[in-house]
């Protein structure tokens, strides 16, 4: 049974600066022991676009890691929700140098503090919309094949593309670097079967997000969305997946309780 249980950054505090999903600037280190008490076992650091500057793992990653030295709470992942913001089929030779630098620092600090996976949204904002998009983000994110190898890092890839689509896309890569992101409210919400995504690529899943969502529809409380949660709990408990579990459950303005109830609804599935 896979109990590698995490949870995206700023579930269990109240929300920052009144967004949904963003790095707590202010007190992030308070989620950790939050985190402990609740039997988690990582969680998964949010890189945004607005105040990037200020996030440890660009401003003190020698602070972050002594920081964690002495927590049982570590940080496997990061999801760069930067390049939702910062869309690399969008941006211009210039903007490209600077979003690779962005990016080769985050697969080095992220190695050097024990992770291993940054989730890269292509969704919403940064959704790939043609195939010169696709083009134009593979060859960005082919750049960093040997940084990836050599930090032992995995970039994976979230995506809003029709299962088989994805599919084409991900075989574009040459290298193993690339892994996916599976975000099960996501896939919900676009009326994608579990079974057809697992078959295609369910081996090279390296995160899962936690996640209910109506067909169409916004984030809602685990259970009440059209996520097959059971069959995706079966999934992880029974096949040989390794990889991360994290929760990126509907929250409220505080986080904490509604997440407590979540929690306990998806253990006893």
Known sequence: MNTNFGIMQGRLLPK???????????????????AEQLNLKSIEFIFDYHLYSFNPLMSDIKYLKDFLRSKNVKVKSICADFYMNAPIQEASKRELSFYGDILDKLISNLSSIGGNNIVIPLVDNSSLKSKNDQLKVKQFLDEF????KRNRVSIAIESDLK????MKFLDLFDGDHISVNYDSGNSAS?????????????DRISNIHIKDRLINGGPVFLGEGNADLKT??????????????????????????????????????
């Open 190 to 202: 676009l009326g994608y079967s579990f079974s057809e995504e697992i078959n295609l690529y369910g």
């Open 163 to 166: 299962p088989k689509e994805f």
């Open 16 to 34: 920052f600066k009144n967004q949904y999903q963003a790095h707590p600037i202010n007190n992030w280190e308070k989620e950790f022991d939050i």
């Open 232 to 269: 995706l709990k079966d999934y992880i408990n029974k096949s040989k997946y390794q990889g991360l579990v994290i929760f990126q459950a509907y929250r409220d303005e505080n986080g904490l309780e509604i997440f407590k109830q979540q929690f306990d609804y998806f253990k006893n599935l």
């Open 145 to 148: 094949i040997n940084t990836c």
